[in-house]
């Protein structure tokens, strides 16, 4: 009896060390890529790989269009930094042909680093779509690299670590907000010591934090982290105490275009959520069942996430919610672009997400064990949210090829 217990026990415990085998290696062999995607020389061109090259390339296609276009605008607003005095936002407003009470605004890199590719869908739309456009152009507002430091610098934050799609409000009560969950999160999503890919906790992070998945679930796990909060300034995904400069700046500077427009519609260009290499329209809930229907008309034949799904995560401070209070008085539509990179809608890609952007940013907060490890840490953390594969950035000029010039014909067609 004795030896059948002995053997039934070494059986376990054989098979314990192997699922922990297997699931090491499963997770560590994650690496999704895009498939059946035809890579155009055309598509890839729009991307460059410098924030200075990015801005250039934007400017001289507003030039351009400003030559074609009477009444085109183009301003740079400066954003002010203790690190860099050559960062600023950079705008390009052209009239409708008609005043028919309809803007277009496009906004890119409110998340630094995701600009490049928010970058290369503007560069596409002024070479493309506006030249194309008829005598029922709408107004159309772009600005280029809201977070011109993250972008620079290729952080999702601004110098002050903030996350400014937590930290876009009018009001000063979002700084208030509390995130108990977050903070019930604080020691295992910050980190102490200095950054290493090679350390215990990074090696078998899956497994810690499939624990704490079992014990509350993946989507309250993804909903603590994601939200936003405003108690650790060292943390990830702070919202700050104060509006960040660039908000401020377009509280003031946004009125003298949105007061002229009855309805105003907003795409905001983002990567990173969900699955590699598909255009995911991911928005936070939507209780005006009008704002809903129209949004719906506009994305016709377009799957839209409304909240109803087990990976929604919402968000607090989010800049789409910000500019639509601008203008309370215009029927406003907004719709965040999400162009995926680590299928982080499944668990293992939402896992290793999780845990690039910790790493990110324990490196910046304590430091890293040596050089060799902070280029590695950061070449990871780019790739994630700035793919080097030519199938990825041509399959996003694509989709965004598509989906925007469907979209602003039915957005025009909306009486």
Known sequence: MKKAIKITLYSLA????????????????????????VTTSQNTSYFTDSYDECRSDFIRLADQLQKEIDSTTI?????????????????????????AGKL???????????GYTGSAIQKMFMSELIPDMGDDRPGILLIHGMNPYGFKYKRRVTENNVDLNRNSSVSIELYSTENSGYAD???FINPLQVASTSN??????????????VKSSMPVL??????????????????????????VMMNEYLPQYFDKYDNIFLVDLHT???????????????????????????FEGYEIDWGDSGDFYTVNGDFCSFMGDINPEATYISMP????????????????????????????????KNNKQEKKIKSSFIEMYYPSDPAWKSTVIEQSREVLSNALENYMNIK
Request: one cysteine or more; hydrophobic letters at 40%; aromatic letters at 12%.
């Open 104 to 114: 277009f605004v496009m906004s890119s890199g409110v998340h630094g680093i995701e």
């Open 222 to 247: 993804r909903q603590a982290v994601l939200q936003g909060q405003y108690q650790f300034p060292e943390g990830l995904y702070f919202g700050g105490t104060q509006p960040e400069p660039q908000i």
């Open 14 to 37: 054989g098979l314990i060390v192997l699922i922990i085998i297997g699931s090491y290696i499963s997770y560590w062999s994650f690496s999704p890529e895009v498939e059946d995607v």
């Open 185 to 187: 999160l604080y020691n």
């Open 75 to 99: 301003e740079s607003l400066t954003v002010q930094s203790k690190v860099d005095q050559n960062l600023t936002i950079d705008i390009c407003y052209i009239p409708p042909v008609q005043d």
């Open 337 to 368: 672009f999400e162009f995926g990179t680590l299928n982080s809608q499944v668990t293992f890609g939402s896992l290793h997400s999780i845990q690039k952007t910790i790493i990110e940013n324990q490196g910046i907060q304590h430091g890293y």
């Open 200 to 213: 215990l906790f990074n090696r078998f992070f899956y497994v810690v934090a499939i624990v704490k998945i």
């Open 272 to 298: 990173g959520y969900g699955e590699i290499g598909k255009l995911h329209l991911f928005t936070n809930p939507v209780e005006d069942d009008n704002i809903k229907e129209l949004t719906e008309t506009i």
